[in-house]
């Protein structure tokens, strides 16, 4: 038994060793990106020819944790300007360029009827995911119900059922019906081609929501760092960007 | 001579290699956190919450364990029939699942769209999002531990004692309850220690069953998750608290509980 346990452990250990290893030599950009942008930066990837780029998905907290910690991508693009300016005044990155913005939306599943509007979430009984405090879409949201004023707001996260630590956590909880209602940006519900439904936001709560990306301290890959940047400003990133519902930076 | 001593050598090393290996991050934790902070983050409502619901919820699970499972361990221990093996290979099959295979699968069973879910919703019970459901997944991960153990330490058990338990009038109930869990009681709570151990460390499959919600779903594990991002060394301080009481439990429960003397006596 004990040994059946520690083989394993070895052998997973190895595993991983190795999995680490992998792809040393030859231009390999790796870049941390917002959970969000998972379908426009993975058709962007493809197309970009500066190099091979490998994406980690994930809550942009949690990305510039990881960075803290001294984990080194190449390039780090965030669901908000806070989190890249924040390492650059750091002094572990660059200077932030702001190249998408998104919206916020409450998002439900398609067959969903009875939820029309942003009041219709503080109904006793709807349940809804937003995300985590520290998360962008977490702490957009947050804005967006304090906006609301305190009644409503405190109405809507009494039936909040779970707090996602990234929008692909909250997007899994509307598909599978866990919840009635939950906050994303609309490109994750155009990603979901028709599984889930886009409710607008009254424009004068619609926070504004800019993605930051820079080029982080330390990187052996700078040219293709900035390049893969640039081309999310102007080229086949801005593109693909464009195509999966986000909007061009702000001038 | 010389070759026997150089294969000692390899094995020793290999040895140094893995206990190095499994025990440095664990250092680490401690190192970085000294006990001052230890014992300030036991201050911070969040955690306490999480440590009280994470305590709850796998108590209420390995009973369920303990309960369903040692009369089923017993069973696959003592009686032979066909497609035993395929049975035993079932129930221990989420001993290799990984835990976002386990969340899905749950969700796909005992979601509000899974198969079962209709059934669950006539009945009026909901698991999704609930602290039940945490118990759900935290069973789901942790039984075939158990299972595994108890089956082993039923098997361990000298036949001749349990026949001689029946020979002398008692039933198979009696047998069971008076002779075969005492005599295999050191290997049944190694294996509610390991059970335990798991579900208290469970992560992956809770957060995509249960979600989390502070008091209600938030436990240890997810809450340390959550500090990952913003408070680093609180993050610390509580996996410290972790460790620290699965390797209590797992210390005590070795320390409670001696072998028997039959449990060891060849079969």
Redo the contacts between chains.
């Keep these: ?1 004990r040994a059946w346990f ?1 083989g394993a ?2 052998a997973s ?1 190895a595993l991983a060793v190795a999995a680490g290893c992998g792809g040393g030599g030859g231009s390999e950009l790796t870049v941390s990106a917002a959970s969000s942008l998972t379908a426009a930066f993975t058709r962007y990837g493809a197309e970009f020819r500066a190099a091979h780029a490998r994406f980690s998905f994930g ?1 942009s ?2 990305l ?2 990881q960075i ?2 001294r984990a080194r991508p190449d390039v780090f693009a965030a669901a908000n300007t806070d989190y890249p300016e924040e390492l650059h005044n750091r002094g572990l990155a660059g200077r932030p360029v702001p190249f998408a913005t998104n919206r916020l939306v409450i998002a439900v599943p398609a067959d969903q009827t009875s939820i029309r509007s942003v009041r219709d979430l503080a109904r006793p009984g709807v ?1 809804i ?1 937003i995300g ?4 962008p879409i977490g702490s957009y949201t947050r804005q967006v119900l304090l906006g609301l004023g305190g009644a409503e707001n405190a109405a809507i996260m009494r039936n ?6 990234d929008v692909a ?1 909250i997007v ?2 509307l598909t ?4 009635d209602a939950g906050f994303t940006y609309v490109t994750d519900v155009d990603a979901t081609q028709g599984q889930l439904r886009a409710i607008d936001l009254p424009s004068r709560l619609q926070p504004s929501v800019t993605y930051a990306a820079t080029v982080l301290n330390g990187s052996n890959h700078r040219a293709q760092a900035r390049a893969f940047i640039h081309g999310l400003v102007t080229g086949a990133g801005a593109t693909a960007l464009r195509q999966a519902g986000f909007g061009p930076p702000p001038k | 001579m010389s070759g026997s001593r150089r294969f000692t050598a390899v094995l020793v090393g290999a040895l140094a290699l ?1 206990l190095t ?2 025990t440095v991050p664990i250092v680490a934790i401690f190192l970085d956190t000294g006990p001052a902070r230890l014992v300030s983050s036991l201050d911070d409502p969040v955690a306490v919450d999480a440590l009280r619901l994470s305590l709850e919820t796998t108590a209420a699970s390995l009973a369920i364990i303990v309960v369903v499972g040692t009369p089923a361990a017993y069973l696959l221990a003592t009686r032979s029939f066909r497609a035993r093996s395929l049975v035993i290979t079932l129930v221990e099959l989420p001993l290799v699942l990984p835990p976002a295979v386990a969340g899905i699968g749950l ?1 796909a069973a005992l ?3 899974g198969i079962l ?1 209709g059934l669950l919703d006539d009945a009026g019970v909901v698991l ?2 609930q602290t039940a459901g945490v118990i759900v997944a935290l069973t789901f991960v942790a039984a075939p531990f158990f299972l ?2 108890a089956q ?1 330490a039923f098997e361990a058990v000298d036949r001749r004692t349990l026949e001689a338990s029946r020979t002398l009038g008692s039933g198979e109930g009696r047998t069971l309850l008076r002779v075969a869990i005492p005599a295999a009681r050191a290997g049944l709570a190694a294996g509610l220690a390991l059970a335990w151990g798991r579900a208290l460390g469970e992560f992956g499959a809770t ?2 069953f ?4 502070r008091g209600v ?2 436990t240890v594990p997810l809450a340390i ?2 500090r ?3 408070d ?1 060394p609180a993050a610390l301080a509580l996996s410290a608290v972790l460790v620290a009481i699965s390797g209590a439990l797992l210390l005590t429960i070795k320390l409670v509980v001696r072998p028997s003397p039959t449990a060891d006596a060849p079969g």
């Excluded at chain 1, 985590?132 to 998360?135: D, G, H, K």
């Excluded at chain 1, 599978?176 to 919840?179: I, L």
């Design positions: 038994m520690l452990a070895l250990g809550g907290d949690v510039a944790a803290e910690q349940t995911a985590s405090a520290s998360v909040v059922a779970t707090q996602e630590p956590g899994g909880k599978q019906g866990a919840v | 893995a290996f499994l969700l979601g509000p769209n879910g999704v999002l595994r153990q082993a957060l995509m249960a979600g989390s919600v779903t938030q998750y959550d990952f991002a913003t680093f």
